[in-house]
């Protein structure tokens, strides 16, 4: 089982830069396919993107491809999520989530849950 703890989050300006950070602990994190996925006020929780166990594939959402950049360091039980560009709409709350091995893009497929971390976009 692993724990996972999200950081790097803030108030920015629109078109202005945050890179998330999101670390694991309690299990060999290199076991886990990684995703990112975010839930604004009244809606539902969507997928960002998601990297696979070996950082070799990536996916992104349609919003933020081009965008945002998601990367992992297994020696340091780490996930980033690098976000460019930044537009009021990505204001929401960023959680990253673990399974095992291969990634995902659905919700319920993960198993395990950060609580997140705000990220403000003013206009």
């Known amino acids: 089982q692993v724990q996972l703890v999200e950081s790097g989050g803030g108030l920015v300006q629109a078109g202005g830069s945050l890179r998330l950070s999101c670390v694991g602990s309690g299990s060999t994190f290199s076991n886990y396919g990684m995703g990112w996925f975010r839930q604004a006020p009244g809606k539902e929780r969507e997928f960002v993107a998601t990297i696979d166990w070996r950082g070799g594939s990536t996916s992104y959402a349609d919003s933020v491809k081009g965008r945002f950049t998601i990367s992992r360091d297994n020696a340091a039980s780490a996930v980033y999520l690098q976000m460019n560009s930044l537009k009021p709409e990505d204001t929401a709350v960023y959680l990253c989530?673990?399974?095992?091995?291969?990634?995902?893009?659905?919700?319920?497929?993960?198993?395990?849950w950060g609580r997140g971390t705000q990220v403000t976009v003013s206009s």
């Open positions: 989530a673990a399974r095992w091995f291969q990634p995902a893009d659905k919700t319920y497929e993960y198993a395990y």
